[in-house]
Each structure stands twice: as structure tokens, then as C-alpha cells.
T-cell receptor, first 116, second 115 residues
Framework: AQKITQTQPGMFVQEKEAVTLDCTYD???????LFWYKQPSSGEMIFLIY??????QNATEGRYSLNFQKARKSANLVISASQLGDSAMYFC?????????????FGKGITLSVRP | KAGVTQTPRYLIKTRGQQVTLSCSPI?????VSWYQQTPGQGLQFLFE???????NKGNFPGRFSGRQFSNSRSEMNVSTLELGDSALYLC??????????????FGDGTRLSIL
């Protein structure tokens, strides 16, 4: 079974500063994908970034980057130059590469508040 | 390219009633998954459909069911509603199934309130 752990309490960051949101995972599968989603108060889940278990380079998408440490089973999201619109709930998720178990497993999420 | 469309956005029902939620995936996406989100339990997987077949199912009672049509649109049905079914129901689509490198793209969700 897969497990995602997000234990940080609500996070606060000053506008224009960088912030790191922590995520650790557990799986016995060798092939898997790690995802980060953003959920504003309106409810929609917005896909931010993906990292494959065999990817040697850390994924980057604009202001988002994923600090992937496979041996430590961590996949932290780094948001650079925070903006007020980044205030939201952030979820780390995993998907393994087996047809019978292809669901996304989510962590509990982290609330990020960006201060002006 | 249109995103995932869920209807309705908001729904109020009473205990014992049944409800049907609809989801239209992104054009070309053949896999549709449903999730329930509550403050206490977080995001929980309900089921996934691909090519009109249920491929995967979460730990929910049989009151929760779904189906997928030939155009990949999906519906989710909940019968004999209980207060605990109040939640945000999210639909997600992806190109295929069983592929760990495929992100799922979500709709805006349906907020279901049970009175």
C-alpha cells in the first residue's frame, strides 16, 4: 500500500520569499509518480508538478520545483517568489504503475498563507 | 482545450434520497476517477473508469456506484443518502489508466450537502 505524509502545520511565508512544503512517501513499488496539487478555497484541484521515480533531474515548472530525494523517500515542493495568489491548500500525491492500483493516494495537505 | 466539467456545482439533499453527479473529462481522456473530500477524512478514492469499465474501487459501501459512457463521460450515483455523505466530490480525468506518469486533471467539484 502507498502512503503520503504531510505533517507541517499551517505554513506562512512573506510575499516574494521562497517556501518549502514537505512530503514523504512510502511504497514498495519501484515505478511510481509523485504529484503536487494546489487547492484554493474555491475547491478546484490544480495540477502543479510531476516527478517520476526514475527521473534523475528534479522537476521544475515555472516557480515550482520538486526537491526529490529518493533514498529518503521525500518529494518536497519549493515555491519561489511567493505571490498572494499562492495562498491555498497543497496536496502531495502518489500514483504507482500498476493497472489494478492506479489511483492517486493523497496526503492530508498543507495550508499555505502568503503575507503581503 | 476545455477542462474537466462537473455538474452540478452545488447540491442539497435530504437523508434517504439519492443523487447523481456528472463529469465530462478533458477531450481525449479516457480514464475518469472519482474522489470524496471531507475535512475529517481528506481525499479518498471512490472508483476509476476506463473504456466504460470500472478498473479500480475504493473502500466505500455499495450505495456509491458509477458508470462511464462511450464518450468517456461519467456519472456517480449515491443512494440512500446519509449525513456523512456531505462532502466535495471531485472528478479527475487522465489519458490512460495504470500509468504512474499520467497526471490526473480535476474538475471544480460538486459540493453535496445532506440535511
Amino acid at each position: 500500500a502507498q502512503k503520503i505524509t504531510q505533517t507541517q502545520p499551517g505554513m506562512f511565508v512573506q510575499e516574494k520569499e521562497a517556501v518549502t512544503l514537505d512530503c514523504t512517501y512510502d511504497t514498495s513499488d519501484q515505478s511510481y509518480g509523485l504529484f503536487w496539487y494546489k487547492q484554493p478555497s474555491s475547491g478546484e484541484m490544480i495540477f502543479l508538478i510531476y516527478q517520476g521515480s526514475y527521473d534523475e533531474q528534479n522537476a521544475t515548472e515555472g516557480r515550482y520545483s520538486l526537491n526529490f530525494q529518493k533514498a529518503r523517500k521525500s518529494a518536497n515542493l519549493v515555491i519561489s517568489a511567493s505571490q498572494l495568489g499562492d495562498s491555498a491548500m497543497y496536496f502531495c500525491a502518489m500514483r504507482v504503475n500498476t493497472g489494478a492500483n492506479s489511483k492517486l493516494t493523497f496526503g492530508k495537505g498543507i495550508t499555505l498563507s502568503v503575507r503581503p | 482545450k476545455a477542462g474537466v466539467t462537473q455538474t452540478p456545482r452545488y447540491l442539497i439533499k435530504t437523508r434517504g434520497q439519492q443523487v447523481t453527479l456528472s463529469c465530462s473529462p478533458i477531450s481525449g481522456h479516457r480514464s475518469v476517477s472519482w474522489y470524496q473530500q471531507t475535512p475529517g477524512q481528506g481525499l479518498q478514492f471512490l472508483f476509476e473508469y476506463f473504456s466504460e469499465t470500472q478498473r479500480n474501487k475504493g473502500n466505500f459501501p455499495g450505495r456509491f456506484s458509477g458508470r462511464q459512457f462511450s464518450n468517456s463521460r461519467s456519472e456517480m450515483n449515491v443512494s440512500t443518502l446519509e449525513l456523512g455523505d456531505s462532502a466535495l466530490y471531485l472528478c479527475a480525468s487522465s489519458l490512460g489508466t495504470g500509468l504512474s506518469n499520467q497526471p490526473q486533471h480535476f474538475g471544480d467539484g460538486t459540493r453535496l450537502s445532506i440535511l
